[in-house]
């Protein structure tokens, strides 16, 4: 450790202490003015490396580092190539390739890992606050963004904070790595819990035969022809999502209801932190469970449609549909239908009745159900709120019948109509009476 003033010892002493620390017995405490403590990497001009360090902020005060392109003693030939300010708020902002770079938050009363990855092989850098990535750019720029030497010099700790804020603040295991000697990046080393599991030169890589609801640590390292680089891991708790079927469509044919869907949408999982490691995994799909109002009627079919069959005409039914993988299942999802095929609900009616109108509310159309006990002449009706009609939809004789009438939300002269609440009115005449009934049902655009 070197001061500005270039004397080894001596004045950094003061600096350590013992109040706390993030592993061992002491750590740097810097409160003063004119505390600032230089660690000299020696003017590095190639080679691929990391600089961590862990600060702890007091709660109500900010605090500061920076590296250096260049550090000869000499304040005036010092080059500045990053500064990191710590707010007392919890915020912070960086000074890199320009002012106001990018800015980040921290927690305060906790130690705060700061990692940054210097490349001068290829002038660049990244840096990275508790595992959180902030900021990538051109290294050899100057914090202000002017040109500057693609160097690496020292990293400073000193007592700096944003403008309005007091410091006090620790510092331990400051280091820096050389993780290559080559820009020759040969592939990736992938550890799961501290072990090897592959080598590959794709990224994202799939973690396999994991368990659900287990808690993992994924690791990943650069290997390149110098060398490889630390392991950084992030730790994970495998909790996959499912997809499910999609685009679900019932069609009444006949005698039966033919139900289809589509294969569930592919698995996109990001990574997490440095490693960028895909924790969801392989699976295979191996088929399908299908449901009517929700009981179970087909179990793990390959296909991508199924025929329900003995529906009563004029009833509506859920049909539903979830996948089925290998290492587990998609929720269920579901498809509301009116069976108007025939069947076993092929019989007349017992009673002349106006049922109702599904959806409702609706946009753009509804369907409206009713049925006749005996033939008889039928109008069916729409009017607005204020009383007028807006469209007649039956006028004419019916068979005795279960009747199914849809409503496009047009009037009779076919332009489509406002939002808002209509009544549908049917009238029927039959030898055993006549029958009138009204029903309201609601049009959201």
Known sequence: MVTWSGTVGGPDDVLVVDELSYNG????????????????FGNLTSGVYEISHYQYFVPG???????????????????????????????????????????????????????????LDNDWAELWIDGNFVHEWQWSLQFSGGAGM??????????????GDLVMYYVDNVKYDLISTSDDLLGYNVYLDGTLVAFTTNSPYQLTGLVIGQTYVAGVSAVYDGGESEIVEASFTYNPIFNPPQNLVVECIE????????????????????????????????????????VEVASNIPDLEYDFYDLLNGEYYDAGVRAIYDDGESELVEINFLYTGTGVGNILPLITELTGNYPNPFNPETNISFSLKEAGKVTLEVYNIKGEKVRTLVDKVLAADNHVITWDGKNNT?????????????????????????KKMILLK
């Not at 693609?150 to 403008?163: R, T, Y």
């Not at 289809?260 to 699976?283: F, I, M, S, V, Y």
């Open 414 to 438: 076919n332009k489509s109509v406002a939002s808002g609440i209509y009544f549908y009115k049917m009238i029927s005449e039959g030898n055993n009476g006549d029958y009138t009934s009204t």
């Open 25 to 40: 017995n002491n750590s740097i405490k810097i409160e003063g003015l004119d505390d600032d403590v230089v660690h000299l």
């Open 150 to 163: 693609n160097m690496l010099g020292a990293i400073d700790i000193w007592a700096g904070a944003p403008a």
């Open 255 to 294: 005698d039966y209801a033919h139900f289809t869907w589509e294969a569930p949408a592919a698995d996109l999982n990001p990574g997490d932190r440095k490693t960028k490691a895909n924790a969801e995994g392989t699976r295979d799909l191996t088929g399908y469970n299908v449901y009517l109002d929700q």
């Open 61 to 119: 005060y900010g605090g500061y580092f920076n590296l250096l392109h260049e550090f000869t003693g000499d304040r005036a030939r010092t080059e500045w190539a990053l500064e990191v300010y710590f707010a007392s708020d919890g915020t912070g902002y960086i000074n890199a390739g320009g002012y106001n770079a990018a800015t980040f938050t921290y927690t305060q009363g906790a130690w705060v890992e700061c990692w940054t990855m210097v490349d």
